[in-house]
C-alpha cells in the first residue's frame, strides 16, 4: 500500500467531516449554545473531532460507516484556504504550559443550568473538597451529587461566578482540589470543551432495557404527544473515542422526552473488559443531530440484563428535593402497610437526604437513591424508573414524599399490616393502573414544620377531591413511557379502575416556611414555575396566591374546610405520638418480601 507523506488538508477536513459524527455533536454541542451560526459551515466543511491533531490524523475508512445522507451538508467548492479559515482554532489540541501538570479531572462535560449553575459531568468518582476553576481566574465550591444511571458519570454541580459569564465563548470549568489557587491556573490548561446550555436541545440520558431497547432522554426535540414509529426522528450511535457512526435508523416510539431505539447491531461482547462505550443522540431528518451526554453499552452476551427469578410485589418512586426531614415518616409508614423497595430520584438535594437513607437502610428498609439534576424533567424521572424497574417490581406507586396512602378502614385496626396495599392490588388481570382519589390539607394553623411530623401535624382540608394518584402495574406501561406524573399511559389490552379501597392524604399546603420553597423552582416539564406571571390559574398553583414568595395574610389558617383528624388518630395508634420526630421502631404484620408470579400474565395485545 502507498505512503503518503502529506496528505491536503483540505482532503483532511472534509474526510473527517464525512466519517465522524462526533464533530457534530461535540462541536456542534458548544456552538448551540452561544453561537447563533449554524453547525455546517458556508464552505460545507467540518471541523475534527475534540483533541485530534489536525496534521496526525486521518480516519481508517474500512472501519467507518458513512453518514446518513440527510446528516450531510451539501457539496461545494472550498479552496485550501477557506478550509484552513474554517478550522476553528479552539479545536487544535491544547498545549500546555511548562511546569504545569494535568488538572485533577480533565475529561470533563458540563452543562449551564438555569440560575447559573454549572453540571459539571466526570469519569473520575465522587470525591470531597473539589472546586471548579473558570477562565478569569474565579472558582466556586463543587458539590457531589453521585453518579448518573446512565453515562455512569459522577455529577457535580457548582456555581459560576458573574466575571466567569463575561469570557465567551463558555467553556466547561476544570474540576481541581478546593487547596489549588485558580488564579494561577494558566488560560491553555482549560479544555477547549464548550459550555453546554440547558435552554438548547440536548440529550441527556439514556437506559437500556430487557429485550435491548435503548431509552434516549432528551430535551427540545421530542413531541409531548405519543409518536408511534416517528418517521422524521433517528436514534445515532457513534463510537465514544473516535466519532464512528455505528448506526443510525428511526425511533420505535417518542413522546415527551422519551425516545425508544433499537440497539445497534454489533457482536456483544464475552466479558466487562472488552465492552467499548459508545455514544447515542437523536437527529430530525434535515437537521443535524443535537448535542449528547448519553451513552450505551452492549450488554454481556452472558446475559447482564436477565431478569431475576423473584419481584417484589409493590414499590414506591418519587422525585426527591431537600426532603428529608419528611423521608423517614413517609417510608416506614408505607414500609409497614407493604412497600417493598423504595426508589429515590435526587434532584440535587442540599440536605442529609444520603444520611436518612443510610439510616432507613440500617434499619432493614430497601431503599436506594439515583442521581437525577436535570431541571424540571420529573416526567422524564418517571419515565426511567418506571422502565428500569420492571425487573425489580411488579407494582410501582408513584406519589410525593407529601402523599399518604390511607383508608378510614384502617382505624379499627391495631397495627399496620403487610398484606393492607396488598388487597388492594387484588384486581382483574387486565387492570394496568388503579386510580387513587387525592384529598389536600392545609396548614392547620401550624407555623413551622410540625416535629409530630405531617401525619400527626396537619388536620384539616379541603372538601372536594381535586387530583389523583395511582399504583402502576409496571409491565402494563406504554412503549412510550408517557405520563402526567399522576398516570402512564397503558398498552392496548389493559385498563385503569378507580378503587374506593383507600385515598391519598396530600399533605399539600404546609407551614408557609416549607411551603416556600416551591417557588424556587417546579419540578414539571410542562408546570410553570411559580414565580412567572403565567397560567396563574393552574392547578398547580395555590389558589390566590399570585407569584411572590410572600406569605399572605392567614395563610395557616387557609384550606379547612373540613376538619380531619382520622390519619392523625391512625399514626398514633399505630406508631405512637410524635411518630414523625423521633426514631421508632414500625410495628407491621405479615410480610410477603419478593414474589413471582402473584400476578396474571399480560393479556395478549389485539
Known amino acids: 500500500m502507498p505512503q503518503h507523506r502529506r496528505t491536503s488538508l483540505r482532503r483532511r477536513i472534509l474526510t473527517a467531516g464525512v466519517a465522524s459524527v462526533g464533530a457534530l455533536l461535540l462541536v456542534g454541542a458548544g456552538r448551540a449554545a452561544y453561537s447563533p451560526g449554524p453547525l455546517f459551515s458556508g464552505s460545507g466543511c467540518l471541523p475534527l473531532p475534540l483533541g485530534l491533531d489536525a496534521h496526525n490524523w486521518l480516519p481508517p475508512q474500512e472501519m467507518l460507516l458513512p453518514l446518513p445522507s440527510y446528516l450531510l451538508p451539501p457539496p461545494e467548492e472550498t479552496s485550501e484556504a477557506d478550509a484552513e479559515f474554517a478550522l476553528p482554532r479552539r479545536l487544535l ?114 437506559a437500556v432495557l430487557d429485550g435491548g431497547d435503548v431509552l434516549v432522554f432528551a430535551r427540545g426535540i421530542i413531541r409531548r404527544q405519543v409518536a408511534d414509529n416517528p418517521a ?56 443535524e443531530p443535537i448535542a449528547s ?71 432493614g428498609i430497601d431503599i436506594s437513591t439515583v442521581a437525577w439534576p436535570w431541571v424540571k424533567m420529573q416526567e422524564a424521572g418517571l419515565s426511567h424508573c418506571a422502565a428500569v424497574q420492571q425487573a425489580s417490581c411488579q407494582w410501582m406507586a408513584f406519589i410525593d414524599v407529601d ?58 382540608r379541603l372538601k372536594d377531591m381535586l387530583r389523583h394518584k395511582s399504583i402502576v402495574r409496571l409491565d402494563a406501561v406504554g412503549h412510550s413511557l408517557q405520563n402526567s406524573m399522576h398516570h402512564f399511559a397503558l398498552k392496548s389490552g389493559f385498563n385503569t379502575t378507580w378503587t374506593k379501597l383507600a385515598r391519598i392524604n396530600h399533605y399539600k399546603y404546609q407551614a408557609w416556611t416549607e411551603f416556600k420553597v416551591k417557588f424556587k423552582r417546579r419540578v414539571s416539564a410542562y408546570v410553570t414555575d411559580w414565580a412567572d406571571p403565567i397560567n396563574l390559574k393552574s392547578r398547580d398553583r395555590a389558589p390566590g396566591l399570585g407569584v411572590d414568595a410572600t406569605e399572605p395574610v392567614g395563610w395557616a389558617e387557609r384550606f379547612c374546610e373540613v376538619k380531619d383528624t382520622l390519619m392523625q388518630q391512625l399514626s398514633a395508634k399505630w406508631f405512637g405520638i410524635g411518630f414523625g420526630g423521633s426514631t421508632v421502631e414500625v410495628k407491621s404484620e405479615g410480610s410477603h418480601g419478593t414474589r413471582s408470579g402473584d400476578i396474571a400474565p399480560s393479556p395478549s395485545v389485539p
Not at 399496620?416 to 387484588?426: A, D, G, H, N, V
Open 293 to 363: 451526554l448519553a451513552t450505551y453499552r452492549p450488554p454481556l452476551q452472558s446475559g447482564l440484563l436477565a431478569t431475576p427469578n423473584t419481584r417484589n410485589l409493590l414499590c414506591a418512586c418519587t422525585m426527591v428535593r431537600n426532603v428529608s426531614k419528611f423521608l423517614r415518616e413517609w417510608v416506614l409508614y408505607h414500609a409497614a402497610l407493604g412497600v417493598d423497595q423504595f426508589f429515590l430520584y435526587d434532584n440535587g438535594s442540599e440536605d442529609d437526604l444520603q444520611d436518612q437513607v443510610a439510616q432507613l437502610r440500617a434499619a
Open 93 to 206: 489540541p491544547i498545549r500546555r504550559g511548562a511546569g504545569h501538570s494535568p488538572p485533577l479531572h480533565d475529561h470533563t462535560e458540563a452543562v449551564l443550568l438555569p440560575d447559573s449553575e454549572v453540571l459539571v459531568l466526570s469519569d473520575e468518582p465522587a470525591a470531597k473538597d473539589l472546586m471548579c476553576a473558570f477562565e478569569g481566574g474565579v472558582s466556586s465550591p463543587a458539590r457531589a451529587l453521585g453518579r448518573l444511571p446512565g453515562p455512569g458519570r459522577h455529577a457535580y454541580i457548582c456555581a459560576m461566578p458573574e466575571p466567569a459569564l463575561t469570557i465567551l465563548p463558555l467553556k466547561a470549568p476544570l474540576l481541581l482540589p478546593s487547596s489549588t489557587s485558580a488564579v494561577s491556573i494558566p488560560v491553555a490548561d482549560f479544555p477547549a470543551r464548550m459550555l453546554l446550555n440547558w435552554r438548547d436541545r440536548l440529550v441527556f440520558d439514556s
Open 403 to 460: 402523599e399518604f396512602i390511607f383508608s378510614p378502614d384502617w382505624i379499627t385496626l391495631e397495627n399496620p399490616s403487610k398484606f393492607m396495599l396488598e388487597t388492594i392490588l387484588s384486581v382483574h388481570p387486565h387492570t394496568g393502573q388503579i386510580y387513587f382519589q387525592c384529598y389536600d390539607f392545609g396548614p392547620s394553623g401550624q407555623t413551622a414544620h410540625p416535629q409530630e411530623g405531617v401525619s400527626q401535624g396537619y388536620t384539616c
Open 232 to 287: 422524521d426522528l433517528h436514534c445515532v450511535y457513534f463510537r465514544d473515542r473516535d466519532g464512528a457512526v455505528v448506526a443510525s435508523f428511526p425511533a420505535i416510539a417518542s413522546a415527551q422526552q422519551v425516545a425508544r431505539c433499537s440497539p445497534p447491531t454489533i457482536m456483544p461482547p464475552l466479558n466487562s473488559a472488552n465492552i467499548e462505550l459508545l455514544r447515542v443522540t437523536l437527529a430530525i431528518i434535515g437537521q
